[in-house]
């Protein structure tokens, strides 16, 4: 069982009935409190009505994972009833409609074929009705308290009593209730659940007057009627320095303190809320002398994007575009335009599980392969992964100065699950972003060969209009002026010094940047991306157990750090592969890489992100000797 500064909270509804901005009032609550946060979405891709839910993680620890234990969840509909209930541990608690407790399992219309036949034959085992109150009566009968409370009638008795009649008839403001019934149940000061609406409704005053006091009506309720929950959480020291952060704000923040001027994308979940925070916020004042104008532009598809922001970046300006599978694959003809004609952009890819439309509104580490390979012939790129919000931030600015520097492309590696976070982290310091603008000239006198044959392989960068800096680009192979040329000696000799670019950055990009060791011992763990949140709290709960195991997070996945990775893995006996992902893809580069494989993969790709919980659970088989090469996790509803 969970203690009370370790708990994790759910709260669920239909799609547009308000969950998200619930889910951000607790945690804003909660963060304000000291406490640490990490929160996650799941929400189906259609606009309104199908199944959304958050979980909130909160602790007086540093976290960064969710776990698959439920302590409270507020339901204020029938499906999150129904999906929901047996996540919830003994002991823990159940706010939910009590209006809802009679509806049936095929009269929940959103609920799909394959989970009501699932459901059914649950409740038949168990000899209960079809109903919610069958599901309730289970989780009772196995020690979760059940809180009932009718939304509708607390509505009802509180518009009597501020005799406002309009309050009636708002479930809208069911995900507040929902929000502060918990509040109150756990008996947290209501100063921070109000001041937490005022700053997530800050541009809706009136709103913001309305919900509020819906809000300390509903928790004076809760607390009143349900006094007597374990579970209490009480203000704790803060840390100084925290911020509360949801996931693509790591990105955009770091575009703007790293000089990102032009950003042209086209909407696609979930990269869109990157492209909408730059757009809100296009003139910010980073620091003296660093302005964080950036123009934001909607196009009309992804090939024009593209287009637009190697246009950008030919004017010398920093440009990026950001988007999810689909949207880069109609990229990828202009990647290897950009890559032929050395220009240096930035491409930030929000994956999310494909093929094709795939999982539109969920996660998975699908697109690793597709990126490294992208676009027809050969050309070099970077390819570089961030494994949570912080580091997106600082990496971000990283991946505008490869750019720069080494004048390729690259493609910085994000995904749904780190978009849809809500998270505490230190206070982000734009004073540790540096500016490494390359071979970018200011001034040229005399002759000038944009792609002069130099021993590094990177030529001198003219902008678009400099005083001397005439320069061809165009699609095909050409010689150190940009004219095309089709000679076979000069084809060599350009194909090398585009390419030799690649060994230079291995060369020169800092090891700790290229990958990061959390120690090795017998058993190491090898992965990528946003599977490295729960790692670390796995072999964080193993640690308590006095069990050892190493982990080495790859950032820069192209080109490999061959020799340096092997340096790391040298004393590890066994290696596990864990990421999202059906093939296991980062162990087909250390295939080809190491020539030697992982002896375990631990994989998901169910749509949902992995916790910490599920990953703890399957190195325990692998340390017990009870697991098969190839683990396969299915946690999530």
Request: include cysteine.
């Amino acid at each position: 069982m969970l203690n009370q500064t370790d708990i994790s909270w759910l709260i669920g509804g239909p799609q547009g009935s308000g969950v998200e901005s619930g889910a951000n009032i607790f945690s804003r609550a909660c963060a304000a409190m000291g406490y640490e946060v990490f929160g996650k979405r799941e929400f189906y891709s259609n606009i309104k009505g199908e199944h959304s839910y958050f979980v909130v993680r909160i602790s007086s620890n540093a976290i960064h994972s969710n776990i698959n234990d439920i302590t409270m969840m507020a339901a204020f509909d029938a499906e999150t009833v129904f999906r929901h209930t047996d996540g919830v541990i003994k002991n823990g608690a159940i706010i939910y409609d009590s209006d809802l407790v009679a509806t049936k399992v095929d009269e929940v219309h959103t609920l799909d074929d394959f989970f009501k036949e699932r459901l059914v034959k649950y409740l038949d085992s168990k000899n209960k009705p079809h109903t919610i109150q069958g599901i309730l009566d289970i989780a009772q009968e196995r020690g979760v308290n059940l809180f009932p409370i009718s939304f509708r009638n607390v509505l009802s008795t509180m518009a009597d009593e501020a005799n406002n009649p309009r309050l009636k008839g708002m479930v809208r403001m069911f995900n507040v209730l929902g929000v502060a019934f918990s509040l109150g149940v756990f008996g947290m000061p209501p100063e921070t659940l109000l001041s937490s609406i005022d700053v997530i409704f800050a541009k809706k005053k009136a709103i913001a007057e309305l919900n509020k006091q819906a809000a300390n009506y509903a928790y004076n309720y809760a607390a009143a009627k349900f006094p007597n929950f374990a579970n209490h959480l009480k203000p704790i020291e803060k840390k100084s320095g925290n911020l509360l952060v949801q996931g693509y704000q790591g990105t955009a923040l770091g575009k703007m303190a790293c000089g990102c001027r032009f950003q042209p994308y086209y909407p696609i979940t979930p990269a869109s809320d990157e492209s909408v925070y730059l757009e809100s916020n296009e003139i910010l004042e980073v620091k003296e002398n660093r302005p964080g104008s950036t123009v934001v532009v909607q196009t009309e598809d992804e090939i024009s994007a593209m287009g637009m922001t190697i246009g950008g970046a030919l004017t010398g300006a920093r440009s990026a575009t950001c988007t999810s599978g689909p949207g880069f694959s109609l990229m990828a003809e202009a990647l290897g335009w950009a890559g032929i004609n050395e220009v240096p952009i930035v491409i930030t890819l929000y994956q999310r599980s494909g093929p094709s439309t795939g999982l539109p509104t969920r996660h998975g580490q699908d697109d690793l392969m597709c990126t490294v390979y992208a676009g027809h012939g050969e050309f070099p790129k970077i390819v570089y992964a961030s494994g949570d919000i912080e580091e997106s931030f600082y990496d971000t600015g990283r991946c505008f100065n490869y750019a720069d520097v080494y004048q390729v492309p690259v493609i910085h590696m994000m995904d749904k699950f780190l978009a849809s976070s809500v998270v505490t982290c230190k206070r982000f310091d734009s004073d540790k972003i540096t500016i490494n603008r390359g071979k970018l000239l200011d001034k040229i006198e005399g002759e000038y060969k944009r792609f002069e044959l130099v021993p590094d392989g990177i030529s001198p960068r003219s902008k678009l209009g400099l005083e001397n800096g005439i320069f061809w680009n165009t699609g095909d192979e050409s010689d150190e002026y940009g004219h095309i040329s089709e000679d076979p000696e000069l084809r060599i000799k350009m194909m090398d010094k585009r390419f030799s670019k690649l060994d230079y950055a291995l060369d020169t990009i800092p090891k700790e940047e290229q990958a990061v060791s959390f120690g090795v011992f017998d058993y190491c763990v090898i992965s990528w991306g946003s599977a490295k949140g729960p790692i670390l709290d796995a072999i964080d709960m193993l640690k308590k157990e006095n069990i050892n195991i190493g982990f080495i997070q790859i950032k820069l996945l192209h080109p490999f750090p061959t020799a340096y990775v092997k340096s790391l893995l040298k004393n590890a006996k066994t290696i596990i592969d864990i990421e999202a992902n059906q093939t296991g893809q980062l162990g087909i580069l250390l295939k080809q890489n190491l020539e030697q494989g992982p002896d375990y993969y631990i994989l998901k790709y169910t749509g949902r992100a992995m916790t910490s919980t599920e990953l703890y659970d399957s190195l325990k088989n692998i340390l017990a000797n009870k697991a098969e090469k190839r683990q396969v996790l299915t946690h999530g509803a």
